[in-house]
């Protein structure tokens, strides 16, 4: 039973830093008055470009550089 409070902890944990990371980045917002964030409009973007690159092989994305 330990492990599993101990693992939780530390997802936990880790869930916060990132949380936190990306609000200093300005990439998502927290709602006010309720347990949630949201995307930015910079979060939005970035976001959307990631996908695109991700959706992309490098051969393409070499070629769309060049």
């Known amino acids: 039973m330990v492990r599993i ?3 939780a902890k530390k997802y936990s944990g880790r869930t916060t830093r990132r949380i936190k990371m990306l609000r200093a980045h300005g990439l998502i917002r927290k709602v006010p008055r309720a347990n949630r964030y949201v995307l930015t409009e910079k ?3 970035f ?3 990631l ?8 051969k393409a994305l070499t070629e769309m550089a060049a």
């Open 5 to 7: 409070e101990q693992s």
């Open 43 to 45: 979060g939005q973007k």
């Open 51 to 58: 996908m695109t690159a991700s959706a992309l092989d490098i």
């Open 47 to 49: 976001s959307c470009s």
